[in-house]
């Protein structure tokens, strides 16, 4: 942390090009192990796999977005300590990334079709926020992360009763996802104006509808 806090802005450009590469063309690797089911349950129906692999794809589209997100706020951010808590942020989700490929090929399933069409728009979006200012920037993470929260606990609803991999990971990412939306709270975050969060919803089910299939 000390040394990203140091990195000056050519630095953290070499450091964006090279997470965006890792997270399109690289097999993520995760930091911390993978949560692990807790009981024994039988095997998935078909249709069972194929129903969590679905929701399994649009959580792994949601970690991509996450790593294009954070590093596009800490490339804009005005305060290099800010810029090594979004880094460590993105550090984070790097574990969920992880999971959620490693249950995807599990399941027998592949990521979405898409990836660098969503890299690229939650990239712009990551820009647009951290121009806005710190406070705005921070503010963008506490509402991302409580949608991304709201709509795992939804995905636990949904996801096969007896396919306790998958709710294990969920269930870990969406501690982790309040987590953050607290400590960016914490940092100072201001209070998006009410038309944000709902065209911010607005494009999360446009995505999560397409990430479903493709």
Not at 9 to 18: C, G, M, Q, S, T
Not at 65 to 81: I, V
């Amino acid at each position: 942390m000390d040394t990203l806090r140091h990195l000056t802005p050519l630095d953290r450009a070499f450091a964006l090009f090279d997470r965006s590469l890792r997270t399109l063309a690289a097999p993520a690797r995760a930091q911390r192990p993978c949560p692990e089911a807790k009981g024994t349950a039988g095997p998935l129906s078909a249709y069972e796999a194929r129903e969590a692999a679905a929701l399994m794809r649009v959580n792994h589209v949601g970690e991509v977005c996450a790593q294009a997100l954070y590093s596009a706020q800490a490339l804009t951010s005005r305060r290099p300590e800010l810029a090594a808590h979004l880094q460590q942020a993105a550090d984070d989700e790097q574990d969920h990334l992880a999971w959620t490929a490693q249950r995807l090929s599990d399941l027998g399933d592949r990521p979405s079709l898409l990836l660098p069409l969503w890299w690229g728009g939650a990239f712009g979006l990551g820009l647009a926020a951290g121009l806005a200012g710190d406070a705005w920037s921070l503010g963008f993470v506490v509402e991302t992360e409580r949608q991304v929260e709201a709509h795992l606990a939804s995905h636990l609803e949904r996801l096969p009763a007896g396919d306790l991999a998958s709710r294990a990971i969920v269930t870990q990412m969406k501690e982790d996802e309040a987590a953050h939306a607290d400590l960016a709270q914490a940092a100072g975050a201001r209070t998006l104006p009410a038309p944000v969060p709902q065209l911010m919803r607005a494009a999360a089910r446009l995505m999560t509808a397409t990430a479903h299939r493709l």
